[in-house]
């Protein structure tokens, strides 16, 4: 099985990369950035090439049997670039997969793509993750944007699409809001297999969060596509809350997007 993936010189491709090796398995690591050599023992391609070049990207999708879609800006940006790369980019990646008859996709979506979502919105279960977008910013319009070509991929094309809203995938929380969005690289690592795992999935909005004892997204969805995370947030909590819980009234913490809700459009974060 030959797996792309694409923007994996990225933190999440770097966290995916030891994770997502097995044996039979070849990963097609595609960026603009420099990335590590092959190490031993290790069953990789490494292809510097940009999403936004058809002739790059089909020459890519060539032989592959599914992609996982990271690549692009992965934060505000001026419309022009959040445009060409994350919009036309991934229209690009799509097209060069239909064309070389890849059959499943997975696609990096993100809490911004409904940024404007808040608690009030949660009901018991937590908020569904296929609420309608309400992005945050420019970069959240082009994770709603993205989700529709997934959809249109798959209603035209028959192609499995799975969106991931990924909320703060990273080794450590990072803040006292992160101990409800985190999702740890392991069970980054759990969903992703599951979306390329899971039969006839069609078209899926996935939460990408791990079992935090404070989330406030839905696990529903995953756990429909065999996404079972395990790690909790809550073992990082007396690290950022310093002995005093957060104001859940504070945007920060009540907006899906938090403090994407308030900053300038299309300014470089």
Same mark, same amino acid.
């Given at each position: ?57 089909? !020459? ?19 419309? !022009? ?14 097209? !060069? ?18 940024? #404007? ?27 709603? !944007? ?10 035209? #094309? ?11 995938? #990273? ?88 403090? #994407? ?9």
């Amino acid at each position: 099985m030959i797996l792309l993936i694409t923007g994996s010189a990225g933190l999440v491709g770097q966290l995916l990369r030891p994770r997502l090796a097995s044996p039979g398995r070849t990963l097609r690591l595609l960026d603009v950035a420099e990335q590590a050599p092959p190490a031993s023992g290790e069953d990789v391609e490494i292809v510097t090439a940009s999403i936004t070049d058809p002739a790059a990207m089909a !020459a890519a999708c060539r032989g592959v049997d599914a992609i996982v879609h990271l690549g692009g800006l992965s934060n505000e940006a001026p419309w !022009a670039d959040i445009l060409a790369v994350n919009i036309d980019g991934t229209h690009t990646l799509l097209e !060069a997969a239909r064309q070389a008859g890849v059959r499943r996709v997975v696609l990096a979506s993100s809490n911004h793509a409904v940024g #404007f979502y808040t608690r009030d919105d949660a009901p018991a279960d937590g908020v569904p993750a296929d609420m309608a977008p309400r992005p945050d910013t420019y970069y959240g319009v082009s994770k709603a !944007a993205n989700e529709a070509l997934g959809r249109l991929y798959h209603d035209r #094309f028959g192609m499995d699409v799975i969106c991931l809203r990924i909320g703060t995938w #990273f080794e450590k929380p990072g803040s006292a809001r992160g101990l409800a969005t985190w999702m740890s690289p392991d069970d980054g690592a759990r969903l992703v297999e599951a979306s390329l795992a899971t039969p006839n999935p069609g078209f899926r909005i996935v939460w990408g969060i791990s079992r935090n004892t404070r989330r406030w997204w839905s696990l529903a969805e995953g756990e429909a596509i065999g996404y079972h995370p395990v790690d909790d947030a809550e073992k990082f909590a007396s690290e950022y809350l310093n002995g005093q819980e957060p104001d859940l009234t504070d945007p920060v913490h009540r907006l899906l997007g938090g403090q #994407f809700c308030a900053i300038p459009l299309g300014e470089l974060r």
